[in-house]
């Protein structure tokens, strides 16, 4: 344990301006998903723009730095619907989906994983491929989910966190990985809160 703390220690000794900024930014950004605030997205637009810079330049994880360009726009996306509902006093409101539709969701998702890995490691001299994939294919459809407020998206965002910690902790990006078990947690804790105002709203 005393190793890995101090493992930490040299990586945030080491740590480059841009991952500090994007490791706070994320934290502030899903601490106020699970508030429902919508100053989340704007904290969550920069962060994502620092973490594909470094994700492309500090890790080689290229996948991962085009899903963070991808977090970029959708962040505006998810600004713009949480503030127009809010402006047509219509709030909009946390729903579930079908078990179906995360039938057919997790399926096409693995099929893209498996083709996106394969081009990725046969072309590109990019890192840790197929991991990589899983967490961007599955992350794509997830954030639109936290635009729409879906309550399942937390229970992705459990799975996709929890391979990124050993996505990161494998490249040598431990403050990364460690941002990621902070995610998990609070992923736990947004799931537990859209759940009991879910709930609430049925009755």
Not at 12 to 18: A, E, M, R
Not at 119 to 137: L, N, Q, R
Not at 178 to 195: E, P, S, T
Request: charged share 10%.
């Amino acid at each position: 344990m005393d190793n890995y703390f101090n493992i930490i220690q040299e990586a945030y000794n080491n740590l480059h301006w841009v991952e500090t900024t994007a490791v706070i930014t994320g934290i502030v950004y899903v601490i106020l998903a699970a508030r429902e605030n919508v100053w989340c997205w704007s904290f969550g637009i920069v962060s994502a723009a620092l973490w594909s810079y470094a994700a492309f330049d500090f890790y080689d994880l290229y996948i991962d730095a085009i899903l963070q360009l991808y977090y970029v726009f959708v962040g505006i996306y998810g600004w713009v619907q949480w503030n127009k509902k809010v402006e047509n006093q219509q709030e909009l409101t946390i729903q579930m989906l079908p078990i179906q539709q995360h039938i057919f969701y997790i399926s096409v998702g693995l099929g893209l994983t498996f083709m996106v890995g394969y081009f990725f490691d046969k072309y590109t001299p990019a890192a840790a491929t197929y991991w990589d994939a899983f967490t961007t294919v599955f992350a794509l459809f997830t954030t639109y989910l936290v635009t729409k407020k879906i309550l399942e998206n937390w229970l992705y965002w459990i799975v996709i966190d929890a391979v990124y910690v050993y996505l990161y902790g494998s490249r040598g990006g431990y403050l990364f990985a460690l941002l990621n078990i902070i995610f998990v947690l609070v992923a736990i804790v947004g799931f537990v809160r859209w759940r009991r105002t879910y709930l609430m709203a049925k009755q």
